[in-house]
């Protein structure tokens, strides 16, 4: 984006105010916004208390070194015991913590005390494997109890973890331990993925032959499956491999906690970014865990006695580890953790599990709301949704009409939905509505939370005005900030904080609209540039996604020798609609109607799939490749590769 801002094209004049009677028992009120604008620091001090801290912090934020920040850094506390402990000393122990849905059907339901119970053995169990404090363990699972567990187990110990999408190959495993230097890998036989076992442990044993994993001394496998190791391609190393049930549940269910520094590092997180080897996002504790569960407490209007909760999202994404994990324990949530898939066996699955828990909030990626439009409104009709009164989308802009959609077919057409922006970097939600305060608008996240600064500058770092796009940036540091990239503090200082001089740069291009609200238009890289105009990939997407006859687009920019760029539609057409011979100019006319005709795409093409990653984001770079006739660039962060095969079946084929 360098000759001019932003274009902002779309206009959505829809309102939703938040229901009276959510509003009347809200968590969080307007007048917080006001309480952290007046003071700020007191304000996330105040924050602070949600926790349960060994040792007070007496400083709230330490900016002595920018932009190294240092949160209530003179405050103790353990991570696990403010998830676990806490609740069973508060009488809670009874309560539900996990309600696990297993995809073949199996289920489990897993209360506090059990759950301390179960993150004591796994503690004992990790010691007894000689991990210390400040040892990395690598943890590549399925979505199961033990997940969580090993999680916890690792925070209580203060030896910070490091998650792998269980769907990650063994060479993207392989790069992620070396770059940690791990000591142990928590794994499992397999876990159930569209209907089969999907075996784990064969990446394992692959991934620790590569150069550089070597200090890796223990690998303790959960059984999940119970296929045949041999079966699936793995071996047993006897001395290093260990079954979690032979190990873990003979230890005592009895450990004292520990309480550590609030900057202690409490886990790595590796984002793949476009280019480049994956970052190692390192958050430390007593911020992090402040923000995660006020954000969840907030964000979510969260009530623990009353509320069932329930994300989606794989704890391998932050999503994961900040609202299955750290936020919802954090407050003593009863929460639904699903292995599978949402359409194994049935397209309905999801709003089974919804109905059978009497799920009530319910947190999800607007990829995922995408595939059920397409998949047909009859499908959730079919049940019982009317326990849900907060609906939350996370990973990408969602498009108007899928917000309209969720909140119309999932929501009853009466919750409130909340579109939150953030990132692993942030470590929490930054800018969101607020469910009991905020008038909504479909597609935007609108208002940075209370306590948090977030705004949208141009090139030269200068404020927009209203009605203008940019560059979304965070001006003020905030207590769930990434610390550094792990082992590359230049690195850290080069991505986030050279763009702009003392401001964080997200990468994310954004606009304000005339009420000064926040809307997404993307990663700054996928901005389109035709014809001397900046136009964003998502303003387009979601001009496509209002026909009635489109699920989801994606839409890159292509190089053209006339207008520098020509945009490239990618389409996923919704049940029953056809590709007639007068689709694409229907849809072209479409776009140029709704934002005019220089976002009006050169070229449509309806496919059945997109290249999308684990968390659900749409790999345009990939699409990108292909408008531009070129050999696909890394593919290893795909959900499922051969989509690329089909997508380019499709094409005419190369000049
Ligand atoms: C939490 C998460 C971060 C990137 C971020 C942005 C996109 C996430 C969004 C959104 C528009 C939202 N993103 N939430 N864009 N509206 N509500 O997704 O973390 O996987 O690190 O990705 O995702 O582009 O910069 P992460």
Redesign the pocket.
Known sequence: MSNESLANLLKEERRFAPPAALAAEANVTAEAYERAKADRLGFWAEQARRLTWAVEPSETLDWSNPPFAKWFADGKLNVAYNCVDRHVENGLGDRVALHFEGEPGDSRSLTYAELQSEVCRAANALIELGVQTGDRVAIYMPMIPETVIAMLACARLGAPHSVVFGGFSADALATRVKDADARVVITADGGYRRGKPSALKPAVDEALTRPGTENVRSVLVVRRTGQPLEEAGSTWTEGRDVWWHELVDRQSDQHTPEAFDAEHPLFILY?SGTTGKPKG?LHTTGGYLTQASYTHHAVFDLKPESDVYWCTADVG???GH?YIVYGPLSNGATEVLYEGTPDTPHQGRWWEIVQKYGVTVLYT??TAIRACMKWGDDIPAKFDLSSLRVLG??????NPEAWVWYREHIGGNTTPVV????????GAIM??PLPGVTETKPGS?QVPLPGIAATVVDDEANEVPNGSGGYLVLTEPWPSMLRTIWGDDQRYLDTYWSRFEGRYF???GAKKDEDGDIW?L??VDDVMLVSGHNIST?EVESALVSHPKVAEAAVVGAADPQTTQAICAFVILRGGAAEDDGLVEELRAHVAKQLGPIAKPKRILPVAELPK?R?G?IMRRLLRDIAENRALGDVTTLTDSSVMDLIQSKLPSAP
Do not use: F, M, Y
């Not at 989308?393 to 969602?398: A, C, F, K, L, Q």
């Not at 579109?419 to 942030?426: R, S, V």
């Open positions: 984002t996002i994404w932050v999503t900040s990626a607007p989308s996370v990973g990408e802009p969602i579109d939150t922006w953030w990132q692993t970097e942030t800018v969101s996240a997200a990468g994310d997404l993307g990663r998502t990653t968390s984001k």
